[in-house]
């Protein structure tokens, strides 16, 4: 249980879904944890869950697709914990049901490139510097399978996260000197409100559900705790020789064409 022990832990997008059950674990490992997030109330939430489960966390308010923002997150969270070891960059999102290039406008296009791409690139230029003072640190950036293998209608959302498989690889090989691992976890179907919202704008979300789970050779939706396990294994000092790494958590779903009958 102490695998982050002492360790401080900056979680993006923590207000909710993965984020939260990755908050919630590192806390149970022994990190502090800083979640931060858009979304006031679901940050607050998720401090005071950590807080009722024995941990110590702090919510930090911050649109990650803003510079000046991000900038002041970082430095609050030293200001108050004093270091940074560990960032889960996990903020995205996507456009909605009709995401193809006719139907997104131009104002899509660009609120999906700084959610998607600029946020990430926001978050670790400004916690990277910290991290080299430091002497060392581990970063995680959520990607998502739809980066290498796309649906229809879902074009801005693989097409922005594919972005992400490059700024893992190059974060990884320029900062591997200052004993920086840079991971990333590309997530298949997770069960969280994201997902939730989307079954429920179906007219028949079981059946969309169901549609879901049957391309899934392990048979199920996975769980926000499922992914949370993966983002701990890159954290932890068990990785400590995986860098440049991009991890599916998807029961399966990038092993192949799968067809349960
Ligand atoms: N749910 C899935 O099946 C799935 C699969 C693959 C990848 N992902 C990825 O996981 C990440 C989060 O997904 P989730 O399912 O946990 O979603 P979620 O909607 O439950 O959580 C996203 C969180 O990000 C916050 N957020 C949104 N915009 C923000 C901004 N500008 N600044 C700061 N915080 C902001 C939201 O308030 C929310 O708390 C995304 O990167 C998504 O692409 C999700």
Known sequence: MDRLKGRVALITGSGSGMGRATARLFSKEGATVAVSDIDERGGNETVAAVRAEGGVASFFRCDVTKGVEVKATVD?????????????SHVGGDIGPADTVVED???????LMNLNIKSHFLVT???IPHMIRQ??????????TN???NYRHVQAYGTTKSAL?????SLAMDYAENNIRVNALAPGEILTPLWEKHFNAHPNPAEAKEAVRRKIPIGRIGTAEEVASCALFFASDDARYVTGNILFVDGGLMAGFYDPS
């Open 125 to 127: 230029k400004s916690v």
């Open 165 to 169: 498989i490059q700024l893992t690889k």
């Open 105 to 111: 406008s131009e104002e899509d296009w660009e609120r």
């Open 76 to 88: 609050a969270i030293i200001a108050k914990y004093g270091r940074i070891d560990i960032v889960h």
């Open 135 to 144: 002497g060392g640190g581990a970063i995680i950036i959520t990607i998502t």
């Open 147 to 149: 980066a290498f293998m």
